[in-house]
């Protein structure tokens, strides 16, 4: 299985081959087969310097970038893809996890995958796929006045709980919900936090089968260890420059080979 993303003055080849060697020593890097792997998906900005061929102004992050795909597990860079930000943040996610679990399946086939986002990943299609696949997922999803309803007991209780005690309240629970768009109702982690600030609800979709508070806990926030590698992958020599290309073209191109 090969990925190809734009590295600096390489050949599609080449970028193809560095992406095929990075998911491949991984892998090797096991004496046996693990019995977990979490794959940390994230999208974020990479600013340009100049008029480049595909930039584009996001309004997020208020400045002219790309917006590459980064694929962690543990503290190994499995995917380093760079994309126009003129995209939806999980354009690609589907096809890339895809193939990534074929990889690690053809080495280890009773090692449990997890999936691990944010909501700028949360997809229900690819969430459909995860379930028919045995991929387990944990991916954030953004409040709306329907989750907020539907966690409202949970919210009010830590708002009682903290008139009580004068300090800040988290609890956990979970419910069952379904955007209108969705193909079925899924587990929904509710985190039902209230402070001296206020209300502050948070929501995670999953298939895990674990108590609410050690998923949002113990899993989704765990991905914080994610921020701080992407962090330091652009440091690395791995990392998708920065683009100050001296006359070169950006291949945007998306080719998998199995």
Known sequence: ???SSRVEHLDREVAVLTHQVMVE???DSFRQAPKELI????????????????RFFHGYYNEYCFLPL????????????????????AKHAWGI???LVKAIRARFPRTKIVMRADSGFCRWR????CERHDVHYCVGIAKNSRLLEAAKSATEVAEEEFNKAQDKQRLFSEVRYAAESWDQSRRIIVKAEHSELGANPRFVVTNLDA??????????????????????SSLDCLRIERAAINGGRINFGFCFQA
Request: aromatic share 12%; net charge negative.
């Open 126 to 129: 690819m969430l459909r796929w």
């Open 97 to 99: 996890l895809s193939l």
């Open 39 to 54: 794959l940390d998906f994230d999208a974020t900005d990479d600013r340009v310097h100049g008029k480049q061929e595909g």
């Open 211 to 232: 108590p609410p508070g050690f998923v949002y806990d113990n899993i989704h926030c765990a991905r914080g260890e994610m921020e701080n590698r992407k962090m330091s």
């Open 70 to 89: 980064y694929v962690f597990c543990g503290e190994q860079l499995l995917v380093s893809y760079l994309r126009p930000s003129n995209i939806d943040p």
């Open 25 to 27: 020593t991984f892998l």
């Open 1 to 3: 299985m090969v990925f």
